[in-house]
């Protein structure tokens, strides 16, 4: 039985080494979590600060390009006025050109197409008769 016994009080201390090491695991286990929470606490009472001003910053950020979104729809509403207005009165001038201008010079190019149609019937009328007319005239 002092085989029995040596056995015995082998797993006796193998059981209570075992434990032991168990406890100074858990231990370190419990050290380097708790550690870690500090660093994680310290961590976020830095990040927060950050955070917040990063809101911050979004929210003018955002603020600013609503701004700017709502200014260049205005500008763009009216460069689409001014350009409605512009091909209006283009349309406008055109038409008034036309009409005191464009009609006129029509009616005077004809006017001064039928001179020359005149002028060139008369010239050639009184050429054919001045050369016989003068014929006559020299006979007699």
């Known amino acids: 039985m002092i085989l029995g016994a040596a056995a015995s009080i082998s797993l006796v201390v193998f059981v209570i080494l075992f434990g032991i ?6 231990g370190i286990v419990a050290f380097v979590l708790v550690k870690l929470q500090q660093q994680i606490d310290r961590l976020t009472t830095i990040a ?5 001003k990063a809101s911050v910053t979004l929210d003018e950020v955002q603020r600013f390009t609503v701004t ?3 200014r260049a729809d205005t500008i763009l509403e009216r460069g689409e006025s001014l350009t409605d207005h512009v091909a209006t ?6 038409t008034v050109i036309q009409t005191t201008v464009t009609q006129p010079l029509i009616k005077i190019s004809s006017l001064i197409n039928g001179i020359i149609a005149a002028l060139s019937f008369y010239t050639k009328r009184t050429g054919a008769g001045a050369v016989g007319g003068t014929r006559d005239t020299s006979s007699k």
């Open 68 to 70: 700017v979104g709502d």
């Open 89 to 94: 009165k283009v349309e406008q001038t055109a």
């Open 21 to 26: 090491i168990t406890v100074v695991l858990l």
């Open 48 to 52: 927060e600060p950050l955070a917040e």
